[in-house]
């Protein structure tokens, strides 16, 4: 039979009756059935014609992983989520996909491996959740980042891992440190510049003095960001310098960082300017904010050009008040504490810049004495949630005791409609009076005849967060109630719903936590 494959291709692409093969003889449906023998033939020629390529390269051996593997039914259940958890909510049924953080997270804890078999399925998955890769690449070990580099889906692995390991190794070797730092990706630069400021923050300095200048204007803002970690007066005159520097986020972060350092030269100024402003009269704080920006106060970091409905006097003020060292008030008030000069009436409107102000000097300068005066009460009305939105941010300067008892009170005074952001930063799993603190304003919301998806992210945050031991208490609630009297239509029956689910998700934390061999709380 004759015919090369290029002839057999085209037959088949034209059909017989229009073009015969060479060789193919018979009707339609003989030369329909010749065709597929020359096919059949040609295919075989080809295969056993075809000469071996050139052997790759083998894939070098995967590093070692000394740890034990998780135990058996943990392994079953996270084989559940990986497989099902993307089918999401069903009804009252947990959601799997949103239990796995805190898998990975107490697998971390545990110092477990996980089976090879299911690497690639949380791979994938962590590919779509950035916010699982920390705990997964953690627990996933050495042969994730193996698999990695053989599977270009999972590059994001060598970015996160790689780096990490590589940086490890390059804090402990001086050669392989100025190798890393001159030769590295950016990511593993920065990576190797915040470990180093942990262990060494004068010599990870002098590393980054070294190329200064010849970095590009967004790389010198990263790694003056990273200058956070170990921040110290010995940096104030690496980072006055900066304060020229010609890009002006570079600037706006070296004056942030400066004015972080109470005794820095840059929070002295800008505490002079701040005392001009503010001063104590017969009635009460008297505000005189600046009438321009000069060009001593734009190099300092403040920026010229107030946001669109801000205006520039009050801009200018804020951040000269809010730059400036919070131990400046106290002598500036006659003595008084934090919580006296809070109280103090603020003339002419300018309370809430003014407050707004000392909230974000609090905040970055991690005073706790400032963010309790600011705070409040958590059964006053106003204060910070009047200034700057919400008071998260103090809170997070707090023991988190102390935080988690505000925001249990706050949440028994005010309920839950401005709660959900400080809820967000109290220790997980959540202390007993917060956790019946927020289970007895669901409650009361239920009675008060509302939906519950208009308590989503608190529910979505209780199933995270809440103590599995509160299972019971929430246990009760899900038996349905009557309808409130002028509330939504069927509300009862989904708020029966949305109890059980919660409840279902607080056992099977328990649950997880046990097949973990951890004692749950």
């Not at 017969?282 to 321009?292: K, L, M, N, Q």
Request: proline fraction near 7%; include cysteine.
């Amino acid at each position: 039979m004759g015919g090369t494959w290029d002839d057999l291709v085209g037959s088949a692409l034209l059909g017989t009756e229009r073009r015969r093969p060479t060789g193919v003889v018979g009707d339609a449906q003989e030369a329909a059935v010749g065709l597929l023998d020359a096919a059949a033939v040609g295919v075989v020629r080809r295969r056993a014609g075809l000469r071996p390529g050139v052997a790759g390269e083998r894939p070098k051996p995967v590093a070692p992983d000394p740890r034990p593997e998780v135990p058996d039914a943990a392994r079953r259940r996270l084989e559940m989520m990986l497989t099902e958890g993307g089918r999401g909510r069903q009804g009252s049924a947990p959601s799997l996909l949103e239990l796995l953080p805190q898998w990975l997270a107490a697998a971390r804890r545990r110092g477990f491996a996980l089976p090879p078999a299911l690497l690639p399925a949380l791979l994938d998955t962590a590919r779509a959740r950035t916010d699982l890769r920390a705990d997964a690449l953690a627990v996933a070990g050495p042969r994730a980042l193996w698999l990695a580099e053989l599977n270009p889906e999972w590059k994001f692995a060598l970015r996160a891992g790689s780096g990490a390991v590589s940086t490890a190794a390059a804090a402990e070797d001086a050669a392989a440190r100025e190798r890393l730092w001159e030769e590295g990706l950016f990511a593993e630069r920065v990576a190797l510049l915040t470990r180093l400021r942990q262990s060494d923050p004068a010599g990870a300095l002098a590393l980054l003095r070294s190329t200064w200048r010849a970095e590009r204007a967004e790389d010198r803002l990263m790694f003056v960001d990273a200058l956070r970690t170990g921040l110290s007066p010995a940096d104030e005159p690496f980072l006055e310098e900066s304060l020229a520097d010609r890009s002006r986020n570079v600037r706006s972060t070296a004056a942030e960082l400066l004015s972080a350092l109470p005794s820095s030269a840059l929070a002295a100024r800008m505490a002079a300017r701040a005392r001009t402003c503010v001063s104590l009269g017969a009635d009460g704080i008297t505000v005189e904010a600046p009438y321009e920006c000069d060009a001593a106060m734009e190099r300092d970091g403040v920026a010229p050009q107030p946001p669109s409905g801000r205006g520039e006097r009050s801009w200018w003020m804020g951040q000269l008040v809010d730059a400036a060292p919070l131990s400046v008030w106290p002598g500036r008030f006659r003595g008084r504490t934090p919580e006296q000069i809070i109280a103090l009436p603020v003339l002419d409107e300018w309370q809430p810049d003014l407050h707004a102000a000392w909230c974000r000097a609090a905040v970055r300068q991690r005073d706790r004495g400032w963010a309790r005066a600011l705070l409040g009460a958590p059964s006053a009305r106003g204060g910070p949630v009047a200034a700057i939105g919400d008071p998260a941010k103090l809170l997070a300067i707090l023991p988190a005791g102390e935080r988690a008892d505000w925001v249990a009170e706050f949440v028994a005074v005010h309920g839950l409609s401005e709660a959900f952001q400080m809820l967000g930063v109290c220790a997980v799993p959540w202390s007993g009076p917060l956790g019946r603190a927020v289970v007895d304003a669901l409650d009361i919301a239920r009675d008060g005849g509302s939906y519950p998806w208009s308590f989503s992210g608190v529910m979505g945050l209780a199933e995270r967060c809440l103590d599995p031991a509160a299972a019971d208490q929430v246990g009760v609630l899900s038996a349905a109630a009557e309808e409130a009297p002028n509330g939504s239509p069927g509300a009862s029956a989904y708020w029966s719903e949305a109890f059980q689910r919660l409840t279902g998700t607080l056992r099977l934390r328990a649950l997880m936590l046990t097949e973990l061999g951890e004692t749950a709380p």
